[in-house]
């Protein structure tokens, strides 16, 4: 794809995005959502590798289903009511098709069978857009659902499941993409278990999401991280820049004081304000589940350092490396050192919300 022709396609996800956060209408959502689907195929393709091309085909299907079943319900809401606006409230069967339609886009349980495979079939790059960007708009239409449902059980059990789901499946992958899309599984499912207590936190916690799984896709784009057993090598290029993946991965983790403990500590506080204890305990099992892979990452990568040649950094096969190492350094630390900084001074005023 041509540099010009990718930066149009960009600029229409983005376009295509705002067209759903600030429509008030389910007709011109659904259509913001086709145009952010057939925007985003042509990037994902880019490669045009038999791999990429089978995790676009599978992509395009699982969202224009999803669309489909949107659509449809959005019809019989227009029938109900004879309007297309988002303010009418939803029946039992329309929220049920808009809860398991958001499902199937954002990944969450018992949809999510298709998000690892995709990932692992793209690049880091692409990857990253479709963990992060790519799910604001679902994530808003699931905030609209919430406002106008008065049982939203359903959308709790499903976070609660996607959460545990994503923690336990991550334990046996030695692939990094498929470790960071169960990564995004679970983040995801904290989030919609928040969301219909607190829209506001929710939002609070998928921006923090969002920058620190930037953070991690990003080193392991330019470190070339496609494989857990690839970690040995990190102190050959640059040990620093294993550092700062181990601290992005704890980060990932929740562990504090890092900005990733601002979701665990503004989840669980809102749980546990609204009495949902059982829910609270299943979601401190998924994150102890996520963190034993996390600490893995972060113990090989930045602990320990494994056995090669004094001149093994002066070796021509790794100059191409090094050098990019040094761009790594320097685009990721401010954004490193600040993530670390922002949880430790956001932390007292966050623990009054």
């Known amino acids: 794809v041509h540099r010009n022709t990718t930066l149009i396609l960009a600029f229409n996800v983005f376009i295509s995005t705002l067209v759903v956060l600030t429509s008030h209408h389910w007709f011109t959502i659904w259509v913001g959502l086709e145009m952010n689907t057939l925007s985003i195929l042509p990037i ?16 395009f299907l699982v969202q224009s289903f999803s669309a489909a079943l949107i659509l449809n319900a959005a019809l019989i809401q227009a029938w109900l009511y004879s309007s297309w606006s988002i303010a009418h409230p939803l029946n039992a069967f329309t ?6 339609a958001l499902s199937l886009k954002l990944g969450l349980f018992p949809c999510h069978y298709w998000f690892p495979d ?14 992060t960007w790519q799910k604001v708009a679902p994530l808003v239409i699931l905030f609209y659902i919430c406002s106008n449902t008065i049982n939203n059980t359903c959308i709790i059990i499903i976070g609660v499941l996607s959460a545990l789901v994503g923690g336990w499946a991550g334990l046996n992958q ?70 700062f993946l181990g601290v992005v991965v704890l980060s990932l ?11 665990k500590f503004l989840g669980l506080n809102c749980l546990i304000h609204n009495s949902s204890f059982a ?26 350092f494994f056995p090669q040649h004094s001149l093994t950094m002066f070796s021509w096969r790794n100059s191409e490396n090094v050098k ?19 949880g430790l001074s956001t932390f007292p005023l966050l623990s009054s919300l």
């Not at 994902?44 to 992509?59: D, G, H, M, Q, W």
């Not at 690049?123 to 963990?131: A, D, H, Y």
């Not at 278990?193 to 784009?221: D, E, G, H, K, R």
């Not at 829910?279 to 320990?304: D, G, K």
């Open 44 to 59: 994902l393709c880019s490669n045009f590798s038999p791999r990429n091309v089978e995790a676009t085909i599978k992509y």
């Open 253 to 263: 983790g929740g562990l504090p004081p890092l900005t990733g403990f601002i979701n």
């Open 118 to 131: 995709v990932i692992q079939g793209v690049n880091f790059v692409q990857g990253l857009i479709l963990s």
């Open 174 to 243: 030695t692939q990094v993409r498929k470790i960071l899309a169960f990564s995004s599984i679970s983040h995801m499912g904290w989030i919609c278990s928040i969301i219909s207590y607190s829209p506001n936190t929710s939002m609070v916690m998928m921006l923090v999401y969002i920058i620190i799984n930037s953070s991690a896709f990003i080193l392991s784009n330019e470190l070339r991280l496609n494989n857990l057993s690839l970690l040995g090598r990190i102190s050959t290029i640059s040990s620093t820049a294993g550092v």
């Open 279 to 304: 829910a609270s305990a299943i979601l401190i099992i998924s994150s102890l589940l996520s963190l034993f892979f996390y600490l893995r990452i972060a113990f090989n990568s930045s602990l320990i």
């Open 324 to 342: 990019n190492s040094v761009t790594v350094l320097s685009m990721t630390l401010c954004i490193l050192v600040c993530l670390s900084i922002f």
């Open 95 to 100: 929220s049920i098709i808009f809860t398991l």
